[in-house]
T-cell receptor, first 115, second 114 residues
Framework: GAVVSQHPSWVICKSGTSVKIECRSL??????MFWYRQFPKQSLMLMAT?????????EQGVEKDKFLINHASLTLSTLTVTSAHPEDSSFYIC???????????FGPGTRLLVL | TQLLEQSPQFLSIQEGENLTVYCNSS?????LQWYRQEPGEGPVLLVT?????EVKKLKRLTFQFGDARKDSSLHITAAQPGDTGLYLC??????????????FGQGTILTVHP
């Protein structure tokens, strides 16, 4: 149980385009989902917290207009990287948390390469 | 400021050796989780510890949560090449604005040589 999927698993795009990444909880309802960014051989950096039906809360230094997050249902959250640039290239990981529980279950990640 | 200090950051050992990874903080956590991550994949949950002094075992892995719930350790006995990966500790705090968020340690890259 507690499986989270992400789509796509990898994406290559041109600079200036927008990219949408989906995060789905497959066998549980995730009232809260988190989006992380990870650089090679480093730990995870929290970007934002999204609660179903409300606006996302962004961490300090993360541009909310750059990284649009939508959590429209209890099983789906999306991250849209708008007007992507090469410095946005990274490994993006989402996680889901059940109501009342502290454990987060992570997706397999999406590798984004912006040319 | 890193709230959860994880050490060592790199560990290269021979198959059959034992090792311990530490996570320390000045903050109290309501729970602490350990994850293992392989390149190009998401972190996989190994264990969650919630009670001060708690010890959990998962085959050759032993996890301990400090009595004050500020620190934790992961001990691997007789390491195998399949244990190679990035190990992450992450703490969750009970209340305030940080509720539900995980504070991650820097990670430990473990390489076990055959």
């Amino acid at each position: 149980g507690a499986v989270v999927s992400q789509h796509p698993s990898w994406v290559i795009c041109k600079s200036g385009t927008s990219v949408k990444i989906e995060c789905r909880s497959l066998d549980f309802q995730a009232t809260t989902m988190f989006w992380y960014r990870q650089f090679p051989k480093q730990s995870l950096m929290l970007m934002a917290t999204s609660n179903e039906g409300s606006k996302a809360t962004y961490e300090q230094g993360v541009e909310k207009d750059k990284f649009l997050i939508n959590h429209a249902s209890l099983t789906l959250s999306t991250l849209t990287v708008t007007s992507a640039h090469p410095e946005d290239s990274s490994f993006y990981i989402c996680s889901g948390r059940q109501p009342g529980r502290e454990t987060q279950y992570f997706g397999p990640g999406t590798r984004l390469l912006v040319l | 400021t890193q709230l959860l200090e994880q050490s060592p950051q790199f560990l290269s050992i021979q198959e059959g050796e034992n090792l311990t990874v530490y996570c320390n903080s000045s903050s109290v956590f309501s729970s602490l989780q350990w994850y293992r991550q392989e390149p190009g994949e998401g972190p996989v949950l190994l264990v969650t510890v919630v009670t001060g002094g708690e010890v959990k075992k998962l085959k050759r892995l032993t996890f301990q949560f400090g009595d004050a719930r500020k620190d934790s350790s992961l001990h691997i006995t007789a390491a195998q090449p399949g244990d190679t990966g990035l190990y992450l500790c992450a703490g969750s705090r009970a209340g305030g604005t940080s509720y539900g968020k995980l504070t991650f340690g820097q990670g430990t890259i473990l390489t076990v040589h055959p």
